[in-house]
């Protein structure tokens, strides 16, 4: 059944802009994309709205929704009460391209600061073996859609815009994470590096981007705190680096 | 301006555009906390009412200082003077560091008290207060990569806290076979303890969480298993022990002054 519903929708670009009142018609079954689509449509024809597979996979229609990271074509209209407006923002991790299209780049220059798996020098191709537990917590990880949802509510970039040189973030923990438990990599320093260049002691484990992970990856407690562990083995543990030293462990 | 009003960013003058109640939480927790670390500095420096009739407070276990009565300790082992520069010095003041350390370390903890005390942030997406954020990468802050220290602290103290339990199974004449209301909340309250510390994040990660190849390892593999478990319930674990701990010290402490009898069901 069609109801009319009142959204709030932020237009402007890096120079200005404003919330604007827009009413609009909403069916069952839609969500919150689907009526943007229809202001675009019928409204404001020239609303820059990122989309692309509205099925929640391709990560590309992030925004705030009441306030709230989301995916917007996952965001139901009938989560809303009746007659509640609906506000709708650009992320506000990252600068303003354009109403609600973000710039993301941030993401890639990190991404790309990453060091990449390392394969064994004494295995060829195709000689790679691995048993699926050695394999299936870094799994988890690679559910990740790159949505930047955890990017952009992590308060460490957040709210402090001269971090984002020193910190890369929790999608960027979760993929160290993959690595350094990777049974095959032989990357020495991710731990090290993990704490001295891409900032993972600076997040304080407040679990915002667990909160607003799609894919439900627990980002926290799955990869950040087991890593900080590992930065601990080798930081500040003198136990385990006098044991690394004795016993040639993995340092 | 810095943060969400960055000039390059969407210009919206609100800190947060949330319509829920993002403060209940962060403020329940610190209505929660404060009132502990309220209670629990009272009874640290109260240096009474912890012990009565083989029931002993977990605030005050294993009393190691001369104040100690005798029955309080375990093996005669007291040996902290009973004052310092001329001052008295609770029991409780000398062990609290230790599980207050695991706690103040912990990394359940850390979350709740960062949103609910400093800000930062109170809740997802809300801007939090501070002009500069440097995390856990100076002092004090830095300290917090102890928490596995204090887990090896809160794992003695959970073993001490266990024979405390099973002490309480003895009657006012000191024979075995009795069992009060006081040795259930004592029982209570130490299993919770093991349980919030088997779920701890550092545990999962000394008991398998550090290992690259789990294939090599199958039986840590299972009790890793096992432990993230236990480790989805670590926040509420967290919180039930606390509480656990809490009430263990009011009810001896209202047994020990006399407020409260201890209803035998057997002795």
Known sequence: MARKVNLRIWRGDSNSGALQNVEVEANEGEVVLDVIHRVQATQMGDLAVRWNCKAGKCGSCSMEINGKPRLACMTRMSSFEEGEEITVTPLRAFPVIKDLVADVSFNYKKAMEIPAYEHPADLGPGEARMEQIDVERSQEFRKCIECFLCQDTCHVIRDHEENKKSFAGPRFFIRIAELDMHPLDMLKNRKRTAQEEHGLGMCNITKCCTEVCPEHIRITDNAIIPMKERVVDVKYDPARWLGSKIRRREG | ?267
């Open chain 2, 1 to 267: 301006m810095s943060g969400v009003f960055s000039p390059s960013r969407a210009q919206i003058k609100e800190r947060t555009l949330r319509t829920d109640k993002w403060w209940l939480q962060p403020l329940a927790t610190f209505g929660v906390l404060f009132s502990f670390v309220i209670y629990a500095t009272f009874r640290a420096f109260e240096g009474d009412y912890y012990y009565k009739d083989h029931l002993i407070s977990p605030f005050y276990s294993p009393c190691l200082s001369e104040a100690c009565v005798d029955e309080a300790v375990i093996g005669g082992f007291a040996p902290i003077s009973a004052q310092i520069f001329n001052f008295p010095l609770s029991p409780a003041l000398i062990i609290l560091i230790f599980p207050l350390g695991f706690r103040m370390t912990c990394y359940y903890y850390r979350k709740a008290y960062y949103r609910a005390f400093w800000m930062s942030p109170p809740a997802c997406a809300v801007a939090e207060p501070h002009k500069k954020y440097t995390g856990e990468t100076r002092q004090p802050l830095i300290l917090q990569n102890a928490h596995r220290w204090f887990f090896y602290a809160g794992l003695i103290f959970n073993v001490i806290l266990t024979y405390d339990a099973i002490i309480s199974f003895k009657n006012k004449d000191g024979e075995w076979g009795a069992m009060s209301v006081g040795s259930l909340v004592l029982v209570f309250s130490a299993a919770m303890l093991w349980m919030y510390s088997l779920s701890c994040h550092t545990c999962r990660h000394t008991i398998g969480g550090r290992l690259k190849h789990f294939s090599k390892h199958p039986i840590r593999y299972k009790a890793w298993t096992t432990i993230s478990r236990l480790n989805h319930s670590h926040a509420l674990f967290a919180w039930i022990s606390l509480f656990a701990v809490a009430f263990a010290d009011i009810y001896v402490r209202q047994v020990a002054s006399g407020a409260w009898t201890n209803f035998y069901f057997f002795e």
